[in-house]
């Protein structure tokens, strides 16, 4: 199965910005997309956004629309999100996975890793 590497995580204030990047490697699992999802103290795992593999069509839950960026490089097998205007809803530990979309959002079928932590202060 692959393994799946977050990083870029970390302290910024409101209204910074960080890009979170995601490294594939072992053997291929069958998705279509790829996404990142978020977990808060005392909430489960969220949606965040997603990317079709085929067209790299792309899909962001309402309350990051406009700010975060997803994107792929495939040379380096490695997914990426770019978070700007950060504000205290957005702290939460990141996590990158593969799947399939399912309407807006996607469903995860891969093993999670340890994801990377993202806190924003006021």
């Known amino acids: 199965q692959v393994q799946l590497v977050e990083s870029g995580g970390g302290l910024v204030q409101a209204g910074g910005s960080l890009t979170l990047s995601c490294a594939a490697s072992?053997?291929?699992?069958?998705?279509?997309?790829m996404g990142w999802f978020r977990q808060a103290p005392g909430k489960e795992r969220a949606f965040v956004a997603s990317?079709?593999?085929?067209?790299?069509?792309?899909y962001y839950t309402d309350s990051v629309k406009g700010r975060f960026t997803i994107s792929k490089d495939n040379a380096k097998n490695t997914l990426y999100l770019q978070m700007n205007s950060l504000n205290p809803e957005d702290t939460a530990r990141y996590y990158c996975?593969?799947?399939?979309?399912?309407?807006?959002?996607?469903?995860?079928?891969?093993?999670w890793g340890q994801g990377t932590q993202v806190t924003v202060s006021s």
């Open positions: 996975n593969f799947g399939f979309q399912a309407g807006a959002t996607m469903r995860a079928t891969g093993s």
């Open positions: 072992g053997r291929a699992i069958r998705a279509s997309t």
């Open positions: 990317l079709l593999l085929r067209d790299r069509t792309t």
